[in-house]
């Protein structure tokens, strides 16, 4: 399974980004998706995760601001941020769950004035 990660940038405080993640390859079917990040000097942390069934997961942190959504048909995971922090500075990573866990490149989102 491969995975492609696209949507990050340099957005200032408050406002928005959509990451989207495509996975592609030998899939017969997949369990959850989801994206972690890893700000520098921390660990990576789950940000969102959604099963096959719809039902969404959030950090403390990001719940209310984030919402992450699947198109099981395209194989593709999103996540819609918004009201964004400085302190969301990360580098994003997609996985999906298809037997094992698979990983995206990572998206570098920024946010800064």
């Known amino acids: 399974v491969q995975l492609q990660a696209s949507g990050g940038g340099l957005v200032q405080p408050g406002g928005s980004l959509r990451l989207s993640c495509v996975a592609s390859g030998s899939i017969f079917s997949i369990d959850n998706m989801g994206w972690y990040r890893q700000a520098p000097g921390k660990q990576r942390e789950l940000v969102a995760d959604?099963?096959?069934?719809?039902?969404?997961t959030y950090a403390s942190s990001v719940k209310g601001r984030f919402t992450i959504s699947r198109d099981n048909a395209k194989n593709t995971v999103s996540l819609q941020m918004n009201s964004l922090k400085p302190e969301d500075t990360a580098v994003y990573y997609c996985y999906v769950v298809s037997g094992n866990k698979s990983w995206g490149q990572g998206t570098l989102v920024t946010v800064s004035s």
């Open positions: 959604i099963t096959s069934g719809g039902s969404a």
